[in-house]
């Protein structure tokens, strides 16, 4: 069996990197996953939120690291995945590349994206979870996973985010590719593609974001972070030993 929860065979807590993780989704990763009795790191470039997660994570009885990375640097990343390998015993149990950006994203016509935006969003988006499983790999092993952001976006695609939606869309051929090449080190690669979701984020994009759309899904209701963590602790977990290189569509029903 790979991908497991609960403690490792010896015991000592298993350990997760979530990306991004200074608020958002990442922050509902975070405690989603040390509610499960794992360590976290939590990494971002805002070192203000990440402590702040981390301080959540303790008060859930976990013990928890904060590291300040930038994702779209080798260097950086690399120190992450020292740091946090140490803090794990030697080891990294579960990665979740979370941290994007999005809400900041200029939206225009594909006439008017500014050639250096398109490169940022592609620099954290695309080359981020890059970056950060390379700077993982030696730390990962059998039974570890990793969780790559995609977004239910790719399948509709929204007009004037093409940077944005090309970005999430190549997270998905990462996915494929890191779970050829991981899997044979009996590591599983999967990806989660969430709906509109609310977190602070998506409200500063748009204000209706409890409503905005509703009708259009199965559920008819919006997502909220625990529903998108769910997905997120079920890829990680044994339930889903055998599930690799797939993207899990978390929408409430709205892409079919
Ligand atoms: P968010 O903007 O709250 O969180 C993103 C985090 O990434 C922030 O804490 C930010 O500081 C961090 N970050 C940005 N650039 C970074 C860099 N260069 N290095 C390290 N950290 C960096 O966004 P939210 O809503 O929590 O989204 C989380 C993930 O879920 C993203 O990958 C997003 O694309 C994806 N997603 C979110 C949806 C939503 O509706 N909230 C829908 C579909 C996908």
């Known amino acids: 069996p790979t991908a497991a929860t609960g403690p490792r065979a010896d015991g000592s807590a ?28 939590v990494a971002d470039v805002n070192a203000e939120g990440a402590a702040e997660t981390a301080r959540l994570v303790e008060a859930e009885g976990r013990r928890a690291l904060a590291v300040t990375v930038d994702v779209t640097s080798p260097e ?29 994203v200029t939206r225009s016509p594909l006439e008017e994206i500014d050639p250096a935006e398109w490169d940022l969003v592609m620099g954290v988006n695309l080359k981020g979870p890059w970056l950060c499983a390379r ?5 990962l092993g059998e039974g570890s996973s ?22 999430k869309s190549g997270v998905i051929g ?9 899997g044979r080190r009996g590591i599983t690669v999967n990806a989660v593609a969430p ?3 609310l977190t602070e984020a998506s409200y500063g994009l748009m204000p ?16 909220e972070p625990q529903d998108i963590v769910g997905a997120a602790l079920f890829l990680a977990g044994q ?13 409430g029903g709205r892409q079919f």
């Open 76 to 104: 950086s990343t690399e120190a992450m995945a020292q740091e946090a390998a140490a803090f794990g015993g030697g080891r990294i149990d579960v990665l979740v590349n979370n941290a994007a950006i999005y809400a900041t």
């Open 208 to 223: 209706d974001a409890a409503t905005y759309g509703v009708d259009r899904g199965a559920l008819k209701r919006a997502s």
């Open 174 to 182: 990462l996915t494929r590719v890191m779970a050829k090449e991981l």
């Open 239 to 251: 339930d889903s030993s055998y599930v690799t290189g797939q993207t899990l569509v978390v929408d």
């Open 146 to 167: 990793v969780i790559n952001l995609s977004s239910a976006t790719v399948y509709s695609g929204s007009e004037n985010w093409l940077h944005y939606v090309a970005s």
């Open 195 to 197: 709906g509109f979701t």
């Open 14 to 41: 298993r350990t997760v990197i979530v990306t991004g993780g200074a608020g958002g989704l990442g922050r509902a990763f975070a405690l989603g996953f040390a509610g499960r009795g794992h360590d976290v790191v």
């Open 135 to 139: 700077a993982c790999s030696p730390y």
